[in-house]
């Protein structure tokens, strides 16, 4: 497969048009991208009542292939009325995810029993009384909760709420496995667990430092505003390990002259080894502090633990820095240079820093080094993790969380006069140990792929095989499905955000809420997720008997759901008068354009962070990293080929040309990729520009060699890094 020399462009216009025939027309998939809905893929955010391609800064074309990918899967065909009876479990297993995915929308419940090989289809009747049964036959400390950010802030509210009331703090959602880590990491620095930059920041400043992280494929919106930054004078450093194409040349699809002449995205590529951050990290702030390239007054006035900080890093060993980053000090020096001269610096990050054991220290060496030069508390300044799906900071900020914050337990039990239990609750990855050790009962996804973002697959499926019920909310079928069923497994339909039949809201990573209108359903029998969690609802309680604690029917009223965020939410008292206003807003005391910050003391904290300490390298082991490619989302994968990478086929490992001579390997040879873990067979071996030592492989398929390993201060597992060898 040819290698493209710069990320989007026409290939990415006659990707559109063959998505709109796929959809029923290209007019048709332009109208549906043009309703007056929040974009479903990431978390960049655009559409509401601007109307859809248009962001908060009322610029329009903003719409990407990821837009359209997503928009034409919730477009197409509903899945064949026989396709349960067709296929078994163990038949759907050989399914790729692709094939799940584009086997159809999901429009009946579906049902599969103990003895059952196969899914059945059931009537919505009894798939809510066989759920409700299931959960009233569990005791609260045998069920978890866990959500998508695909989901609205109004499902994401109610269904923590009745998980409460149900007596169970066992809530978590998808960012557990991806950007938990940046929330606790920002927090420890800031008070705050998101981006300290709202959207007109990222267009005034001067310097965009871009780490572990891959817009170009899984945000390629946020292209345009690179490609602007550098026109303006500008400059974008890339720390990636993999080098990727489109970070260093992109087509803006929507921008002629960048159209027809291509636009560099990048002036300085820097590649470390997979996990080797932090040093690079700490070996700039060495230079800094070196050359006094300081802010001295901002550190004096507006921050803590710089003493230590500094000491530490004066004491750092230049050769354990540079053998630990993989990159040479002139590299690292030069990082300093051009960092030195910005007066207004953002740092960008996603999960090639999250996904670590020391996934929070990750994150605080970076804002370490934005304090140094006092990067935060102004305009065009700041900290932006490059979130993945379009509201899974909203369903955090809306009380998916295992533990509530006081401001928001106090309103809810004030609010609806309930009593909430003080159990601590379990994070994503202990639920799923404690139902591998038997000790769930009752499972409940509201959307996602619980099975497919887990590390160590075979893990997984057994622990998910091991709850007497799991329960999807879901509008396609995904490898969750066929893997990860429970004893009985419950998969209910429910529409997608344009299809509600009244209107939801959604949170950005730049802390901004939108109003989605929503739309006509485009099949019979699919229901709105609040509809589907009130109707369990009722029938738990009907089960379980006594007074109802809350009125569930009402709460199938959106706008009365949002009457209840308003009060107990802090920052979302706007989300009450939406309806009325359909004025979208930004959450308050969240971003900083004044060096005060929401901490005990007003300061922003200096953290130390010691360099880590890896196992020993030998001849035979590489670091792996697990990656998305340009035709997924997630664990959604819409197309099999990455063509930026110039990969048709996802079973491929790939490596630095010496370790593929050293190792005596072919291109395009099987071997079996092994770690502590698990075993994949049959991968091809393929040369690509990676530091030797280091090794790619595709998310999710990769993960059967990721260990249970898992940061201890956010619970993220750590799906880079993994060592492992081939034979």
Request: aromatic share 8%; charged share 25%; proline share 5%.
């Amino acid at each position: 497969m040819r290698k493209f020399t710069a990320g989007g462009g026409w290939p990415a216009i006659w990707y559109t048009l063959k998505k709109g025939r796929e959809a029923g027309g290209v007019f048709r998939l332009y109208r549906a991208l043009r309703s007056k809905n929040a974009c479903k893929t990431c978390a960049l955010g655009m559409g509401g009542q601007r109307g859809g391609m248009v962001n908060e800064r009322g610029r329009p074309l903003e719409v990407c292939k990821k837009s359209i990918q997503a928009m034409a899967a919730d477009m197409a065909g509903r899945l064949n009325d026989h396709f349960a009876d067709d296929f078994s479990i163990e038949q759907l297993r050989r399914f790729t995810p692709r094939e799940l995915e584009q086997a159809g929308r999901l429009t009946v419940p579906l049902h599969k029993g103990p003895l059952d090989d196969r899914y059945r289809p059931v009537s919505w009747e009894q798939a809510i009384d066989g759920v409700a049964g299931a959960l009233a036959a569990a005791s609260p400390d045998e069920r978890f909760f866990y959500f998508s950010g695909r989901s609205s802030n109004e499902a994401g509210f109610l269904l923590q709420l009745f998980a409460r009331i149900s007596g169970t703090n066992n809530v978590n959602n998808c960012s557990y496995y991806c950007h938990q880590a940046s929330g606790v990491g920002l927090t420890s620095v800031t008070g705050s667990g998101t981006a300290t930059v709202v959207l007109e920041d990222v267009e005034q400043c001067d310097l965009l430092l871009l780490i572990g992280a891959n817009p170009s494929s899984n945000h390629p919106r946020l292209m345009k505003t690179i490609v602007e930054l550098r026109r303006r004078g500008g400059k974008v450093i890339v720390i990636n390990p993999l080098r990727e194409v489109g970070l260093e040349r992109f087509r803006v699809p929507s921008d002629v002259r960048s159209l027809l002449f291509g636009s560099r995205t990048c002036d300085l590529y820097v590649q470390p080894n997979i996990g080797g951050d932090i040093a690079l990290l700490a070996g700039v702030a060495r230079v800094l502090l070196e050359r006094g390239d300081t802010a001295d007054a901002f550190i004096h006035d507006a921050t803590e633990g710089w003493d230590a900080f500094s000491a530490h890093v004066r004491g750092l060993d230049w050769s354990d820095i540079t053998r630990a980053a993989g990159v040479d000090r002139a590299t690292i020096e030069q990082i300093a240079d051009i960092y030195a001269r910005s007066e207004r610096t953002i740092f960008c990050w996603a999960m090639g820093l999250t996904h670590h054991a020391h996934g929070v220290e990750n994150v605080q060496a970076v804002a370490n080094l934005a304090l140094m030069r006092g990067m935060l508390g102004r305009p065009g300044r700041g900290l932006l993790p490059l979130r993945g799906h379009s509201n899974v900071q909203g369903i955090g900020s809306v009380g998916v969380t295992p533990q509530l914050k006081q401001a928001i337990f106090d309103g809810i039990e004030r609010s609806f006069d309930v009593t909430l239990p003080t159990t601590p609750g379990l994070d994503t990855l202990r639920c799923m140990e404690q139902a591998h050790d038997g000790r769930m009962r009752f499972a409940c996804c509201l959307g996602g792929n619980l099975y497919g973002s887990n590390p160590d697959a075979a893990y997984a499926a057994e622990a998910m095989n091991r709850i007497g019920t799991v329960v999807y909310l879901s509008t396609t079928l995904n490898t969750g499905h066929a893997w990860g069923t429970g004893r009985d497994t419950y998969i209910l339909p429910v529409r997608a955000r344009d299809e509600e039949d009244q209107a939801t809201t959604q949170e950005s990573m730049f802390n901004y809420v939108r109003l989605s209108a929503g739309g006509p359903p485009r099949y019979e029998g699919p229901r709105s997720e609040v509809e589907v969690i009130a109707s369990i609802a009722e029938a738990w309680q009907a089960r379980v008997g006594g007074p109802p604690p809350l009125d569930w029917t009402s709460m199938r009223a959106h706008d009365r759901i949002r009457e209840a965020i308003a009060k107990v939410v802090p920052g979302y008292e706007a989300i009450g008068r939406i309806d009325a206003t359909k004025e979208e807003f930004q959450i308050a005391g969240r971003t900083f354009h004044e060096p005060r910050f929401p901490t005990d003391n007003g300061r922003a904290k200096f953290h130390v962070v010691n360099l880590p300490a890896f196992a020993a390298e030998t001849p035979k082991t590489l670091r792996l990293m697990t990656m998305r490619s340009e035709g997924q989302f997630n664990t959604v994968v819409y197309e099999e080929e990455d063509i930026y990478r110039g990969q048709e086929r996802r079973d491929v490992i790939l490596m630095n040309d010496a370790d593929i001579e050293r190792m005596d390997l072919a291109i395009d040879g099987p071997v079996t990729v092994c770690s502590e873990t698990g075993t994949i067979a049959g991968v091809r071996v393929r040369a690509h520009d990676i530091p030797a030592g280091n090794a790619a492989m595709y998310y999710p398929e990769a993960n059967t060699l990721v260990p249970r390993t898992a940061d201890t201060k956010s619970g993220t597992p750590a799906f880079k890094n993994v060592r492992v060898w081939l034979e």
